[in-house]
């Protein structure tokens, strides 16, 4: 069982940046590919954002490329995702996630792939 903790969020204006953390209780961090999900009312998760389980590779939705980036502390078992350029539409709750994958390269994009998820931390954008 892992347990994955979100913090960062919160409300910041349009233009603005914001970094979350996702601290995971886990042993075996590095065996997991880690994931950003998020969430608006009435809508499934959108991928946004994931890096596989070294490091070495990082994946982007198509609306936050350019301006989000992923990386993760495998010493301290945490995930980050540093937002910049905030607009409105990135308005949402953020869901870190994580897939066990010892043998597997790259990164599953889909959210049922991912057997953990956070409790969400949730980003608000004024315009």
């Given amino acids: 069982q892992v347990q994955l903790a979100e913090t960062g969020g919160g409300l910041v204006q349009a233009g603005g940046s914001l970094r979350l953390s ?3 209780s886990t042993d075996s961090f590095s065996l997991y590919a880690m994931a950003w999900f998020r ?3 009435g809508k ?3 991928f946004v954002a994931g890096v596989t389980r070294t490091g070495e590779n990082t994946y982007y939705g198509d609306s936050v490329k350019g301006r989000f980036t992923i990386s ?3 010493a301290k078992n945490t995930v980050y995702l540093q937002m910049t ?6 308005t949402a709750v953020y869901y870190c996630a994580a897939a066990f994958r010892p043998m597997q390269t790259g990164l599953p994009l889909e959210d049922y792939n991912y057997r953990y998820w956070g409790q969400g931390t949730r980003v608000s954008v004024s315009s």
């Fill in 22 to 24: 996702c601290a995971a």
């Fill in 39 to 41: 969430q608006t009312p």
């Fill in 44 to 46: 499934g998760h959108e």
């Fill in 72 to 74: 993760r502390d495998n």
């Fill in 85 to 90: 350029s905030l607009n409105a539409e990135d």
